[in-house]
């Protein structure tokens, strides 16, 4: 039988080893910097989503209230009346409170 040139009993190259090794460590470093990088952007976005609950003044609210809130809002049809009053209430918040903190919002 006619053996190939990739023969299996080759001597192993070391020096393909080495570069293999390197290759496997900058790939290892690319995962390690792209999982860092979501989870600061995940963070991110939580503390951006917990400003905005207390920029509505609702701080010191029951937990429950607002996850509550926050699912009937999520339920809304983004082409109905109640939908378009919360995000129309929502728009005027962000434009008059520029830079001003959730006292404004307290009743």
Known sequence: MKRLKNDFN???NLNNIGKSIKL???IEKRIRYLTDEIRRKDAREKIILGSLVVKAGLRNADKSFIL????HAA???TNSKEYKDFEKIGRS???DTRG???KQFRS
């Open 75 to 77: 339920k809304l049809n």
């Open 10 to 12: 080759k001597k192993i």
């Open 24 to 26: 496997l460590r900058r």
């Open 68 to 71: 509550g809130c926050l699912i």
């Open 93 to 95: 918040a962000f434009s």
């Open 100 to 102: 001003q903190d959730d």
